[in-house]
C-alpha cells in the first residue's frame, strides 16, 4: 500500500489517504487528551518543515544525545534482547517528550513553535504536524535526528538486526513491541 501511495496512485487519492490520516491521528489525540480536533489549525508545508527542522536540530543536539547515551549506558545487560531493547526505547521516548519537546529554558520547543506551554501544547503539536509526517523533507530531517538518537542509545543494530529477522522469517507485521 505504501508504494502504491508514494508510486501509483493518482494525486486526488494520495491527497485523500493523507486528510485520512491526518484526521484519525487528529481525533484519536483529541479523545485521549480532551482537544477538540476542530480547534486544530491547518499548517502550510514550509511552516511544518521550519518546525521540523528546528525539532531535527534539538534531536540531534550534544546535549540530549548525551544524556540519552548516558541514560542508555547505565540500564543493566538483560538476557533478554527484548527487554533491553524496550528499555532503551523507553529512555529515548523520555527524551524525546522531555527534553527535546517539553525541555528548554525558558520555553520549551512547543511553546517557541506557537504551540503552547506543557503537555497540551506537544498534543497540539502532534495534532497539527500529523498533516505533514509523510512529506520527504519532514521526514528526512526526523529519519536523520532518529538515527543519530538510536546509534546513541544503542539500538540502531539492534534494530537493523530486527527488521532482517521480520524480513527473513516473511512476517509482516513485527512480533515486538516497546512502550
Request: aromatic fraction near 4%; charge should be negative.
Amino acid at each position: 500500500l505504501g508504494q502504491y501511495m508514494t508510486t501509483s496512485a493518482p494525486p486526488t487519492v494520495q491527497e485523500e489517504f493523507r486528510l485520512a490520516g491526518r484526521d484519525t491521528w487528529r481525533v484519536v489525540l483529541g479523545t485521549a487528551f480532551g482537544i477538540d480536533p476542530t480547534t486544530i489549525e491547518e499548517m502550510a508545508i514550509p511552516d511544518a518543515r521550519n518546525i521540523m527542522h528546528k525539532v531535527a536540530q534539538k534531536m540531534t543536539d550534544q546535549t540530549i544525545l548525551d544524556a540519552i547515551a548516558k541514560d542508555c549506558a547505565s540500564i543493566e545487560p538483560n538476557d533478554s534482547l527484548q527487554i533491553e531493547m524496550a528499555l532503551k526505547h523507553h529512555v529515548v521516548q523520555e527524551a524525546l517528550v522531555h527534553k527535546v519537546y517539553l525541555g528548554g529554558e525558558p520555553t520549551s520547543l512547543v511553546e517557541d513553535c506557537g504551540f503552547g506551554p506543557g503537555n497540551e501544547g506537544y498534543v497540539r503539536m502532534q495534532m497539527t504536524m500529523a498533516e505533514h509526517q509523510n512529506d520527504p523533507l519532514v521526514a528526512q530531517y526526523i529519519g536523520t535526528a532518529m538515527m543519530g538518537i538510536l546509534k546513541v542509545a544503542g539500538l540502531d543494530t539492534a534494530v537493523q538486526q530486527q527488521a532482517e529477522a521480520i524480513a527473513g522469517s516473511g512476517d509482516a507485521i513485527p512480533t515486538t513491541t516497546s512502550p
